[in-house]
């Protein structure tokens, strides 16, 4: 009875779908890049709405006055709020590298 070779017992939590941390990615290894299709999809529908207000608008902005399209004032908010936003996470993300870098 001495002749019986040791049998690895599995671990019990092996094969059960236990998540490891790292995203579970399709067949084909390439993940659906749903960031991507957010931001176009949002963009799309920026681009239409602004297609769809192109009238002559007032605008006041401290001292001045003028009239420009509506089209530039929605494309200029789009443009200045994508800037400003990269900005500040890149201004956050730098922030918390440092404090980490400190501590």
Do not use: C, Y
Not at 2 to 7: A, L
Not at 46 to 57: E, G, P
């Amino acid at each position: 009875m001495t002749d019986i070779p040791d049998i690895p017992i599995p671990d019990s939590t092996e094969g059960v779908g236990i998540p490891t941390g790292e995203p579970a990615k399709p067949a084909g290894g390439i993940a659906f890049p749903w960031r991507l299709v957010t931001a176009l999809a949002v963009f799309g529908i920026i681009v239409i709405f602004a297609l769809q207000n192109t009238d002559s608008t007032q605008v006041n902005f401290l001292f001045w006055d003028f009239n420009i399209p509506l089209i530039v004032v929605i494309t200029a908010t789009m443009v200045l709020s994508v800037v400003f936003g990269d900005m500040i996470d890149w201004w956050w993300k730098r922030r918390k590298r440092k404090h980490r870098d400190e501590g």
